[in-house]
């Protein structure tokens, strides 16, 4: 595959159109000649692993940062945006991935915040406010109550409330970072909804992604980005994503296969009966069985898990997030406490064990956020090794830490998993989201774990480093590891997975043969439509 | 990234010459506006300086200036350790106090001969500082209270304390109108050299105590298990518990030793100046302990440089009533310092944070040439 670039007719007149966009920073080019043409009323996404240069170019044109070279036009006019200000006045809003709304007041407050209308002066005119909300609310079916309070609003809402935020704004074109990152699948098509509305009202929309399935389906137009640079814009009707991910690498794509089975009848770990009340629920009694527990009417995040997990095997946890993936491994991981059931690794009962003495008995964990779990992002990397490993050869001899062990060993991890970083004496936070994640992976290879708790391994790294860790996943397991793997990535997790289990509302329901399955019957059983099925 | 309070008590470290270059700064710029005021005040700021330089450099004050910061910097290590894992320890002020008192109670009551009741003293000193501190340590982890809270609240009870046990019906003897605790015998008073030509004023050892708590200090923290987990919790508590590091053992551990630290700040007033706990005992050492880890960055070479400052200030400070001029300015002076070493510190870690993200970028971007970067 080339450069070159599939490019469709656009009929309509260009709402937006950046051409030669080049921005640089102190000894890096985040961005090189970008040409872009958004049609008007289109939804156009823009597509590109992390670190390509997506999040910069959008800063630019929200006047967030000044472009070295290039032009900027909208609806046909050169403009030159020096704050977001300037850009929110030329009617562009920007929707970010991370929310910016206070919990403490209500959507209404939240809208006018920073350009509330005025009365007599002083006070705010909070009915013309409430009022052109629910105008703006019902023109394009957001379905937003100004009265309600942000903090008792889910996810999804509290997007809506993000893009009536920029609508009332003025904006005609809308930028989306990222939006459906925080979002379940039914919230995506929720979602996707509300945005084909917009556009059908005139509005145009920018979506930024790397989530390929989604881009396809709600696109009207595709630009790839790759290195900083626009490579080619394709039409969602003719490209697959498969394709459109190659474009995004520039190089044939791996995949996360591992067909012959490395599966033996050794036990590495046995969950039984695990389960956890939730916490919110008060006090319960000790030692009460999920039975009880069900009977009582205590909510249960874990209900009655039970499973196994051999020497050389994946098992697969699949499931829409949130129906206690993250509990189950902080409960395996002795995290949190549990109420009733056992956990057992290689013959022995660790249930009441220490997370220490768990790590120590031969778990690794991949922990599902790695900033907050798995990472001291302000230490420098060789530090970094010695977390959860800090009771154990090389990086510590007795009650002293052996800093030329410790950073002997980073220097292994650096080279073996390929960690791209100047030095081990940087701190975490300088390196790209796939490097810290290679590095967690090494380190939690080390000291040869029997069992391997993998939380979304792959989540936010770029296809380069996905495949490494795939390949570091098959070879351990090719050596005799045990993966407890958890994902969003259904692929990956069909892929991976020697055996599959579905789990809803804190339990599990199927257990689904990966050989056979599609993603799509896992995802419908995932969300509980398929439970017979399986 | 790091919040401004994990930076404001120095968890995030600022390496090479930013290390230096803020605080030196700071101290500059501290000048400058010390020099403004003593301006519109209509005196002359050179006058000023030289008067506190000269004063500053006469053996007498050297000595004087040796044996405060002793105390200063035991003050400001016992902060630290709190700093280093998000714990903040305002409680020194509290625990110094009433260890000093409990201390010199049982040294007056003279139940060990000679040194050995000298480090009886002290080993009281520790414990009582350890168990008053562990106070609010055990109420954060069990009933969650903000250790700020409730080291305010135990400092104030400390107070009452003192104030209840040293009557005359307690631990406390009248000596015409003053009242303190009885006087530690002689011979378990803590030796002192005369090691400033000059002056008959001894040195005295708990600047050696001093100087060992300080080098234990650095490699408890930086060497060692305890300080590898110590400093975890204070970077990222999430990651430290997803470790395996008992962050509850270790908020009551940390709370304790910074504890044992804080006991022995009264030491070297109690074992080398005063030798009784009197209403005229020093306080709020633990407060002047906040600043100058602040300003050291809870660094151990750092603290002790801000401990000298802060005593020569202090020291010579008197000396400036001869221009006229109130001894206070030293107080002006030592509030700007704490302030612009914070916003130099706080300009110095922005610029490392970008300088290093462009470095590792530029370095990785050169073989594969203009390879793309996030922003």
């Known amino acids: ?534 | 990234m790091s919040g401004f309070m994990e930076r404001l008590t120095g968890r995030v470290k600022l390496d090479g010459v930013f290390a230096v270059v803020a605080p030196v700064l700071a101290v500059v710029f501290a000048g400058l506006v010390t020099s403004v005021v003593l301006l519109i005040a209509g005196n002359s700021p050179v006058d000023a300086f030289t008067t506190l330089i000269d004063q500053g450099s006469t053996p007498r004050i050297i000595v004087l200036i040796l044996n405060t910061a002793a105390a200063y910097f035991l003050s400001a290590v016992a902060v630290a350790i709190g700093f280093r894992m998000n714990l903040f320890n305002i409680g020194v002020d509290g625990q110094y106090r009433l260890a000093a008192l409990l201390a010199a109670a049982v040294g007056g009551a003279g139940l060990l001969p000679g040194v050995l009741n000298s480090l009886l003293v002290v080993l009281v000193a520790v414990l009582v500082g350890a168990l008053w501190a562990s106070i609010a340590g055990l109420l954060k982890v069990t009933r969650g209270v903000s250790e700020v809270i409730s080291t305010i609240m135990l400092n104030a009870i400390a107070t009452g304390l003192t104030g209840w046990l040293l009557t005359a019906d307690r631990l406390g003897v009248l000596n015409g109108n003053a009242i303190g605790t009885k006087p530690i015998p002689e011979d378990a008073h803590a030796p002192g050299w005369a090691l400033i030509p000059g002056t008959p004023m001894e040195v005295n050892s708990f600047l050696v105590v001093a100087i060992v708590v300080g080098i234990g200090y650095a490699v408890l923290l930086n060497r060692t298990r305890f300080g590898f987990g110590l400093r975890a919790t204070g970077r990222s508590e999430p990651a430290a518990v997803a470790s395996g590091v008992n962050v509850k053992r270790m908020v009551i551990s940390a709370m304790a030793v910074s504890g044992a630290v804080a006991g022995l700040v009264g030491m070297p007033e109690l074992l080398g100046g005063s030798y009784q706990y009197s209403l005229n005992f020093p306080a709020g050492l633990g407060f002047t302990g906040i600043a100058i880890a602040l300003l050291g960055r809870n660094n151990a070479v750092g603290m002790a440089i801000g401990a000298l400052l802060w005593a020569f200030l202090d020291s010579s400070s008197n000396a400036l009533q001869i221009l006229h001029i109130s001894k206070e300015l030293v107080d002006i002076m030592k509030g700007v310092i704490v302030l612009s070493v914070i916003i130099a510190y706080e300009l110095v870690h922005r610029y490392r944070i970008v300088a290093a993200q462009h470095r590792v970028s530029r370095e990785l971007a050169a073989p594969a040439g203009t390879e793309g970067a996030a922003a």
């Not at chain 1, 394709?234 to 296969?257: C, F, H, N, Q, Y």
């Not at chain 1, 990086?395 to 030329?404: E, Q």
């Not at chain 1, 090719?478 to 509302?505: C, M, N, P, T, Y």
Request: glycine share 10%; with cysteine; hydrophobic share 45%.
């Open chain 1, 1 to 534: 595959m080339g450069e070159a670039a599939i490019t469709t007719a656009i009929a309509t007149e260009p709402a937006v159109e950046l051409k030669g966009i080049t921005k640089r920073f102190p000894g890096v080019v985040a961005n090189r000649d970008i040409c872009l043409s958004v049609a008007k009323g289109h939804i156009h996404a823009v597509v590109g692993e992390n670190g390509a240069g997506k999040s910069t170019l959008m800063k630019i044109l929200y006047g967030m940062q000044r472009p070295d070279e290039g032009e900027i036009r909208i609806d046909g006019s050169a403009v030159s945006f020096h704050t977001p200000a300037d850009a929110i006045a030329a009617g562009i809003g920007m929707v970010h991935q991370h929310f910016m709304l206070a919990d403490n007041l209500t959507v209404l407050e939240n809208v006018i915040l920073g350009s509330e209308p005025r009365k007599g002066g002083l006070a705010i005119d909070f009915g013309s406010a409430r009022k052109k909300i629910r105008e703006i609310s019902d023109a394009y079916g957001l379905g937003v109550d100004p009265d309600a309070l942000v903090e008792d609003l889910g996810v999804g809402d509290r997007q809506r409330v993000e893009i009536l935020k920029v609508l009332y704004r003025g904006a005609r074109i809308l930028i989306l970072d990222e939006p459906t990152a925080v979002l379940v699948p039914h919230e995506v098509d929720e979602l996707f909804d509300n945005l084909r509305v917009l556009v059908r009202e005139g509005l145009t929309i920018l979506f930024i992604s790397h989530k390929l399935d989604e881009v396809l389906k709600v696109a009207d137009a595709i630009t790839v980005i790759r290195r900083g640079t626009t490579v080619a814009s394709v039409d969602p009707r003719e490209v697959t994503a498969r394709k459109l991910a190659e474009l995004m690498v520039g190089s044939e794509l791996p995949s996360p296969e591992t067909r012959e089975s490395t599966v033996t009848d050794v036990v590495t770990l046995e969950v039984s009966g695990l389960t956890m009340a939730d916490p919110g629920a008060g006090p319960v009694a000790k030692g009460a069985s999920a039975e009880e527990l069900r009977a009582a009417g205590v909510r249960l995040l874990l209900d009655d898990i039970s499973f196994t997990i051999h020497k050389g095997e994946v098992l697969g946890i699949a499931g829409v997030e949130g129906n206690g993936q993250a509990e189950l491994v902080e409960a395996i991981m002795g995290m949190r406490p549990i109420n009733a059931g056992t956990v057992s690794l290689a013959g022995a009962d660790i249930t009441g064990w220490s997370t220490l003495k768990r790590r120590e008995g031969g778990i690794g964990f991949i922990p599902e956020d790695r900033h907050r779990h798995g990472l001291l992002l302000e230490a420098p990397l060789w530090e970094n090794r010695i977390l959860g490993h800090q009771t154990r050869e090389p990086n510590v001899k007795g009650i002293w830490i052996d800093r030329a062990g410790a950073r002997k060993d980073t220097q292994r991890i650096v080279e073996e998993y390929d960690v791209r970083t100047p030095g081990i004496d940087v701190d975490a936070a300088a390196l790209s989201g796939g490097n810290q994640q290679k590095l967690i992976v090494g380190r939690e290879m080390s000291g040869e774990p029997a069992l391997l708790i993998a939380s979304h391994p792959t989540r936010g790294v770029d296809v380069g480093a996905q495949a490494a860790i795939w390949d570091h996943l098959r070879n351990a397991r090719a050596a005799g590891l045990a993966v407890l793997l958890i994902s969003a990535d259904l692929d990956e997790l069909i892929g991976l997975s020697d055996s599959l289990k579905v789990i809803l509302r804190g339990r599990i329901v199927a257990d689904v043969d990966p050989a056979s399955v599609t993603p799509e019957q896992l995802g419908s059983a995932m969300t509980g439509a398929g439970e017979e099925t399986a």
